[in-house]
Nanobody, 125 residues
Framework: QVQLAESGGGLVQAGDSLRLSCAAS????????MGWFRQAPGKEREFVAA???????NVAGSVKGRFTISRDNSKNTMYLQMNNLKTEDTAVYYC???????????????????WGQGTQVTVSS
């Protein structure tokens, strides 16, 4: 089991950028595929991006070209660089960890066993 803690959320204007961080502890970080999900008020949680253990990425179409997922195994930290933010990106963002085969970056929540508490991102127009 790994403990996850998100940070970096905040209130920004449309077109701005933010970088979210997800710090992991209590497990071997490099053994996990990592993912970002988000949940807007009144909506179901949705996939944002994922990063396999071998570096393969999987990014939702709604954020492709604007969001970049990365990880630094030496710091046990995953990042989500969010550029050109839109009002529809407003949500609570969660990071999650999954024990999967080397090349898989899951886009569904089922494989993710460990989740952070979330960080709020609010984009104003």
């Amino acid at each position: 089991q790994v403990q996850l803690a998100e940070s970096g959320g905040g209130l920004v204007q449309a077109g701005d950028s933010l970088r979210l961080s997800c710090a992991a502890s209590g497990g071997t970080f490099s053994s996990y595929a990592m993912g970002w999900f988000r949940q807007a008020p009144g909506k179901e949680r949705e996939f944002v991006a994922a990063l396999a253990r071998n570096g393969n990425t999987n990014v939702a179409g709604s954020v492709k070209g604007r969001f970049t997922i990365s990880r630094d195994n030496s710091k046990n930290t995953m990042y989500l660089q969010m550029n050109n933010l839109k009002t529809e990106d407003t949500a609570v963002y969660y990071c999650a960890a999954a024990l999967t085969v080397l090349w898989i970056a899951p886009s569904v929540s089922t494989p993710y066993r460990d989740w952070g508490q979330g960080t709020q991102v609010t984009v104003s127009s």
